[in-house]
Structures are given as C-alpha cells and as structure tokens.
C-alpha cells in the first residue's frame, strides 16, 4: 500500500479523486440546510449589487438626459425652461454627477436672474452633491457670489475659504486668494495675507501687480 494513502486514511485502491467526491456528497447529504442557506445568502447578495447596479445605470441615464435637455435650452437663451430640467434633474437624481453638475447650472441661472435665495440653495446642493469634477469649487464660488449679492460678506469669505481648500478649485486658487483680498478689505491682516500670498505665487502673474498695489494701499491704511 502506498504510504500517502495510508497517511490520508485512503484504503488500498481507491482513488483519490473519486473518495473525495464521496466525502463531498457525505457531507452536503449531512448539511444540506446550512448549504442551501448559504448558496441563498450568495444569490441575494448577488442579486442585490445586480439590482443596485442597474437602478444606478438607469439613474445616470435619465438625469443625462435631463442635463442635456437643460443644455441645450440654456444655449438657445430658454433659461426658464432650462431650468425646469436642471431642478428636475437635481432633485431626483441628486446622487449622480449629472444631478450635482445640474444643480450648479440651476444655481448659475437663478444668480443672473438676480434671485439670489434660489442661488444659494441650489449652489449648496451642488457643493453637497455627487462629485463631478471641478463642479464642487465652481459651485462654492458661485455660493460666495450670491452672498456677496445679499450683502453677506462673511458668508461669501467662508465659502471662499472652502474653496480654497477644496481640491476640485486648485486650477482657481489665484482668483480666489484675489477675490478673498477684496473682501477683507477691511480686515487689513486677512487682505495683507491674501495679497504676499499672491505675490510670492509664480502662477499668479496676472494678480501680483493688483496685490502688490492693494497691499500697499491696505498699510497706507495703518
């Protein structure tokens, strides 16, 4: 007899293979509940990312096509009509990119219809909203604008400051820190800061006479 199959407990001519299938059918004959139990859980759990996956497709569809509707209104000058879409799609399918992408538009529009509370309310969905690229940075900036239009200026630095540290705006930091040194005006230590912040960045060739001659400006104040 082979010293391996007396190890493993295998009699004498019996294949290996063929004595595992037998314990295997043994063992589903003994736990064929719990087996079952789990195959099901399997399935389910199966079934249900397969469900998920598919409401999540069907999701991004009809807000794409909702998006792109209010598009092309929005091109054609159909702001109100394009608005219809863009709440519509960022109402029920705030969860997707198209859904935070539309509420920013929703924002941007009631903003140039000077309805600034309309504004504030979709930029907020839109800074809270499914990321979308630079959509979450575009939308903290829009939100500054209508606080500044309300005549809240601390409002508008707070949402500035998050943009500013938001990765999605890294492309806009310079107009930022600019706009950021205009509204603290007033607070010569926040505006001086902004300003040498400006100066000193090599990306910010645009801004740094600007800063320079605010910055000379805010310690004549002094």
């Known amino acids: 007899m082979d010293t391996n199959q007396k190890k493993s407990g295998i009699p004498e001519g019996i294949d290996p293979l063929v004595d595992g299938v037998v314990r295997f059918r043994a063992f589903i004959s003994k736990n064929g509940g719990t087996v079952a139990a789990f195959l099901v859980a399997v399935l389910v759990a199966a079934g249900g990312v397969l469900v998920y996956n598919l409401l999540r497709e069907s999701q991004i569809r009809k807000a794409q096509e909702l998006f792109g509707v209010g598009i092309l209104d929005y091109n054609a000058d159909r702001f109100d009509t394009a608005l219809e879409s ?15 992408m539309s509420a920013f538009m929703a924002g941007s ?6 309805n600034v509370d309309q504004a504030v309310t979709w930029f907020e969905t839109a800074v809270g909203g499914a990321e979308s690229g630079f959509v979450k940075g575009q939308a903290l900036e829009g939100l500054a604008a209508a606080y500044e239009e309300k005549g809240d200026n601390a409002a ?3 949402s500035l400051e998050k943009a500013l540290r938001d990765k999605s705006a890294a492309h806009r930091r310079s ?8 509204l603290n ?5 926040a505006a001086s800061r902004y300003c040498k912040e400006l100066i000193a ?4 060739a645009q801004y740094r006479q600007k800063a320079e001659n605010l910055l000379a400006s805010v310690n004549a104040a002094k």
């Open 175 to 182: 107009a930022i820190r600019w706009k950021l040194a205009l």
């Open 156 to 158: 508008a630095i707070r």
């Open 185 to 189: 005006k007033d607070n010569a230590a």
């Open 109 to 114: 529009i009631y903003l140039q219809q000077n």
């Open 86 to 100: 863009f709440t519509q799609a960022a109402g029920k399918y705030k969860g997707t990119p198209q859904g935070t």
């Open 201 to 204: 960045d090599t990306l910010a």
